[in-house]
């Protein structure tokens, strides 16, 4: 990085809006040319990159080269909404610009920025306004996030329902409603087969305990 990089709050006057446009491109260009963002462009391209979402092209057969796209929000607009982040808590002093680059590339290695590969064909339609390769990627992402909240839904109702620690019923014993606890006291004599003698039960008033012969006799 070099040292104008450094003082980047220095060249920029952040509560101009066309200086601000400036220091965001100038942070975009710094990332976009960082070691970071080619480990991640690689990456996102070779993960699962075969065909084109948007024409179908195979990267291979087509010799039709594959780009990574940030959708929905642009690296300008994630840059933009970190430097937002910064300027209302009003902490410049504190930071260097290669900071705020950090953080840009932070939420890249963690997953934390949608993309879509495409090819470089539609790639450049898509950023001409293409009205049909527009429409194609809002479809597709829209897709994406049903299928993401499909998902949540599906892994949320499948987690197990334990059961719960105390049951409500009526006991015959009782007058009052009680609440059956798996606390029991066991004979447990050698040589004799271990049995319940005693079940621990706890009413709405107290905490009692019956006797099971009494019950069974």
């Not at 479809?139 to 719960?164: C, G, M, Q, R, W």
């Given at each position: 990085?070099k040292?104008?990089?450094?003082l980047l709050?220095?060249?920029?006057n952040?509560?101009d809006?066309r200086?601000t446009?400036?220091c965001i ?6 990332c976009?040319d960082s070691l970071?963002?080619d480990?991640?462009q690689r ?6 990159a075969?065909?084109c979402?948007v024409c179908g ?11 990574s796209h940030?959708?929905p ?6 840059v933009?909404?970190?430097l937002d982040?910064h300027l209302?808590?009003?902490d410049?002093d504190?930071?260097?610009?290669f900071?705020i680059?950090?953080e840009?590339m932070?939420?890249?290695q963690?997953?934390?920025v ?8 539609c790639?450049?339609?898509f ?5 049909d ?8 992402f829209n897709?994406?996030i ?11 109702s499948?987690?197990e329902?334990s059961?719960p620690l ?8 009782c007058e009052?409603?009680i609440?059956?606890?798996s ?14 003698d ?7 008033n107290?905490f ?10």
């Amino acid at each position: 990085m070099k040292e104008n990089d450094e003082l980047l709050w220095y060249n920029y006057n952040l509560s101009d809006q066309r200086d601000t446009v400036k220091c965001i491109k100038h942070i975009q260009k710094i990332c976009r040319d960082s070691l970071e963002y080619d480990e991640w462009q690689r990456h996102c391209k070779y993960k699962d990159a075969t065909d084109c979402p948007v024409c179908g092209d195979n990267y291979y057969e087509k010799n039709s080269k594959c780009e990574s796209h940030h959708y929905p929000k642009t690296l300008f607009e994630v840059v933009e909404e970190i430097l937002d982040e910064h300027l209302e808590k009003n902490d410049f002093d504190e930071l260097l610009g290669f900071e705020i680059c950090k953080e840009v590339m932070d939420k890249h290695q963690f997953n934390q920025v949608h993309y879509i590969n495409l090819c470089v064909h539609c790639h450049k339609k898509f950023h001409s306004g293409h009205p049909d390769v527009v429409d194609k990627i809002e479809k597709i992402f829209n897709n994406y996030i049903l299928e993401e909240k499909k998902k949540e839904a599906t892994n949320k109702s499948s987690v197990e329902v334990s059961e719960p620690l105390f049951t409500e019923n009526f006991h015959p014993v009782c007058e009052a409603p009680i609440r059956e606890t798996s606390q029991v006291i066991k004979n447990e004599t050698p040589g004799v087969d271990p049995h319940i003698d005693k079940l621990n039960i706890e009413t709405s008033n107290d905490f009692i305990e019956i006797d099971i012969s009494s019950l069974t006799s």
